[in-house]
């Protein structure tokens, strides 16, 4: 019996990591574009912008511009953000 209690224990730990993973994968991440006009003409820039639910409000964070900062790079800091928002130890 002990060692089935162990085990439990086990269990549990892990599905509240797949759960912290499972809340951190819950985001919207997108590209925001931004016109500037200029005496020269207008100029467009787009960056990245990534959304989550923090309770009953929404969080929008800006994460770099799309020049710099390629989807894979933005989505990953997008999840460590939100994982200090919600303390989610990674």
Do not use: F
Request: hydrophobic share 35%.
């Amino acid at each position: 019996a002990r060692r089935m209690e162990g085990r439990a224990d086990e269990l549990k730990a892990e599905a509240e990591d797949l759960k912290g993973a499972a809340r951190l994968e819950d985001l919207h991440l997108w590209q925001m574009e931004k016109v500037k006009s200029t005496k020269k003409g207008s100029k467009t820039y787009h960056y990245w912008m990534a959304s989550w639910r923090e309770g009953d409000k929404v969080r929008n964070v800006h994460l770099g511009s799309c020049k710099k900062v390629d989807h894979e790079a933005a989505l990953q800091k997008a999840r460590k953000m939100k994982a200090e928002a919600l303390g989610i130890a990674r």
